[in-house]
Each structure stands twice: as structure tokens, then as C-alpha cells.
């Protein structure tokens, strides 16, 4: 099954030109080698408003199973990505950000201090990424394996069920 995403850099200053995007086309490389189709790629500010709305458009719009953000999940002022998420949300998906939360820390400490969040808008998965490119692909490649899976429950895909272990 082909998977469809977008991926959304949240960066005022490369918004604005003045920083290259690093993050964003780190996620693009590590879908492409999935096989997976990327759809649409968009570098919005540290804006909550315009972070919501781009969320809301591209989830609303059915054309992808999965949007991908990078950045904005930190502790600085200006980090409002898991605000904006949260904002949007339909249902939580914690399972998701637990294991990235859980497998950064055996990497850095750092990762504690990690406020990405996940969930479920309609029939759209939206995770937030750390802003880095490294801790990014770092933890996509933790949920990689489950999302296939979570593509097919979320398409009421009739054979998503198949691979579950009987009672």
C-alpha cells in the first residue's frame, strides 16, 4: 500500500529565507527510501494560527494518510508545534510519542525535553519531529514500523486486522 505524506518544516527563519531547510528534506529522503509518496512539503513560521490552518487544510483535504512536521517542539517561546497540533486534534496517539520520547533517551538526554506530540485528525495521522535533521529521522525510523499499520486502521483497510494475533 502506498502511503501518502506531507511534511511541514515549522521554522520562522527559514520561512523567511534566512536558514536553509535541513529537516524537511532529511524526512522526504527517509520516505522515499520506504517506497512511501510525499505529496506536499511546506516551510511555515513558529506561528500557532498558520501552523493550525495548514494542518487543518491538509488533513481535511484526504489527500494524506500521514503529515510529518519538523521543529517547533522544543522548550523556546516560539515552539508552538505540539500547541497547534493539540488544537487540531481529533483523538491522541501517545503510544507513538512515548516510543520516540523513549528510544531518544537511550540516545541523549535530551530527548526528555521533547514536547512532540501525536494524534489523529478525520482519517490523517499528524506526528511532530524534533527540529533537527538527525533527531528527526532518528525518531520517524522509531514509528516507521508501525505505520503502515496505522495507515490501513485509519483507511478501515478490510484486511488491517489480518496480521493481529488471535484471542
Do not use: C
Given at each position: 500500500?502506498?502511503?501518502?505524506?506531507?511534511?511541514?518544516?515549522?521554522?520562522?527563519?527559514?520561512?523567511?529565507?534566512?536558514?536553509?531547510?535541513?529537516?524537511?528534506?532529511?524526512?522526504?529522503?527517509?520516505?522515499?527510501?520506504?517506497?512511501?509518496?510525499?505529496?506536499?512539503?511546506?516551510?511555515?513560521?513558529?506561528?500557532?494560527?498558520?501552523?493550525?490552518?495548514?494542518?487543518?487544510?491538509?488533513?481535511?483535504s484526504g489527500a494524506m494518510?500521514?503529515?510529518?512536521?519538523?521543529?517547533?517542539?522544543?522548550?523556546?517561546?516560539?515552539?508552538?508545534?505540539?500547541?497547534?497540533?493539540?488544537?487540531?486534534?481529533?483523538r491522541n496517539t501517545?503510544?507513538?510519542?512515548?516510543?520516540?520520547?523513549?528510544?531518544?533517551?537511550?540516545?541523549?538526554?535530551?530527548?526528555?525535553?521533547?514536547?512532540?506530540?501525536?494524534?489523529?485528525?478525520?482519517?490523517?495521522?499528524?506526528?511532530?519531529?524534533?527540529?533537527?535533521?538527525?533527531?528527526?529521522?532518528?525518531?520517524?525510523?522509531?514509528?516507521?514500523?508501525?505505520?503502515?499499520?496505522?495507515?490501513?486502521?485509519?483507511?478501515?483497510?478490510?484486511?488491517?486486522?489480518?496480521?493481529?494475533?488471535?484471542?
Open positions: 500500500m502506498p502511503i501518502r505524506i506531507g511534511i511541514i518544516t515549522v521554522s520562522t527563519r527559514s520561512s523567511r529565507g534566512e536558514r536553509p531547510d535541513t529537516s524537511g528534506p532529511a524526512l522526504a529522503d527517509a520516505i522515499t527510501q520506504q517506497g512511501w509518496q510525499i505529496i506536499q512539503t511546506a516551510i511555515v513560521p513558529d506561528d500557532l494560527g498558520k501552523l493550525s490552518k495548514t494542518l487543518v487544510e491538509w488533513a481535511d494518510d500521514i503529515i510529518l512536521t519538523t521543529g517547533g517542539t522544543g522548550f523556546s517561546p516560539y515552539d508552538v508545534t505540539p500547541e497547534a497540533t493539540r488544537a487540531v486534534l481529533h501517545p503510544g507513538l510519542d512515548e516510543a520516540m520520547r523513549s528510544s531518544g533517551l537511550h540516545i541523549t538526554p535530551h530527548a526528555m525535553l521533547s514536547r512532540a506530540t501525536s494524534g489523529i485528525r478525520a482519517r490523517t495521522l499528524i506526528v511532530n519531529l524534533p527540529g533537527s535533521p538527525r533527531a528527526a529521522t532518528e525518531n520517524l525510523a522509531v514509528i516507521i514500523p508501525a505505520l503502515p499499520h496505522a495507515v490501513q486502521l485509519l483507511q478501515e483497510d478490510p484486511t488491517s486486522e489480518a496480521g493481529h494475533r488471535p484471542d
